[in-house]
């Protein structure tokens, strides 16, 4: 496709259960960002991927997030024991090489509910 | 902490006038201001962006004021349209190699026909 997808595009799960969410960049971005936004927010900064390295993971929460990007295409966050806390849209978003001047392209998030 | 205060949180305008949308940032580090339009179940596209050393910058309806020494930045949306109904965000980077975008708390724009 020409965007960034993400799948699933809604996710439910229990308290204290594993969850995977997808992000497909466009193709050739070679830098990759995961965003959390809670109801009502802003996106907040997760985790910036620089071809298969995490470039900048600053903004994971704790331990219970982590994200790979093993190819340097396809990313994979990967939240464990997840909380009533971690309901939120959980956005992915790319660009080019990531260059201050590249624009952030985003996916349309996956909706996580955890109940 | 690095923070964009926004606002105001949700704003009603008629077809045809002019919506402003305000945002103070306290990092002085922050070098490029990008704001965002997002509508219901989509991700946030970029509509429009400015570097503090120029204080304006125009996109056909959409105009960036920037005033560097006060550490503010504004979007006008000039001739409001009801397809521009939408919650808008700004945002801010800081210099150097991270590439983490510090999002405002977006304003609920309703443009009323």
């Known amino acids: 496709g020409a965007g960034v997808s993400q799948t699933p595009s809604n996710k439910v799960t229990e308290k204290g259960k594993y969850v995977e969410l997808r992000c497909d960049p466009i193709?050739?971005?070679?830098?990759l960002y995961w965003y959390r936004q809670s109801l009502g927010q802003g996106p907040e900064f997760l985790i910036y991927?620089?071809?298969?390295?995490?470039?900048?993971d600053s903004g994971l929460p704790n331990d219970r997030f982590f994200a790979v990007r093993p190819e340097g295409s396809v990313s994979t966050l990967k939240i464990q024991r997840t909380e009533r806390g971690d309901s939120a849209v959980y956005l992915c978003?790319?660009?080019?090489?990531?260059?201050?001047?590249?624009?952030?392209?985003f996916g349309p998030g996956t909706r996580l509910t955890v109940l | 902490q690095q923070q964009v205060k926004q606002s105001p949180q949700s704003l009603i305008v008629q077809k045809g006038g002019i919506s402003i949308i305000n945002c103070a940032y306290e990092?002085?580090?922050?070098?490029?201001f990008p704001w965002y339009q997002q509508f219901p179940g989509k991700g946030p596209a970029l509509l429009i962006a400015?570097?503090?050393?120029?204080s304006e910058k125009k996109e056909g309806r959409f105009t960036i004021s920037f005033n560097k020494s006060a550490k503010q930045f504004s979007l006008h949306i000039m001739d409001s349209q009801p397809g521009d109904s939408a919650t808008y965000f700004c945002?801010?980077?800081?210099?150097?190699?991270?590439?983490?975008?510090?999002f405002g708390s977006g304003t609920q724009l309703t443009v009323l026909p």
């Open positions: 978003a790319s660009s080019l090489k990531g260059f201050k001047t590249d624009t952030q392209y």
């Open positions: 193709s050739g971005h070679t830098a």
């Open positions: 991927f620089q071809g298969t390295g995490a470039a900048d």
């Open positions: 990092n002085t580090a922050f070098d490029y």
């Open positions: 400015i570097r503090p050393d120029v």
């Open positions: 945002a801010a980077e800081i210099s150097g190699s991270a590439r983490q975008l510090t």
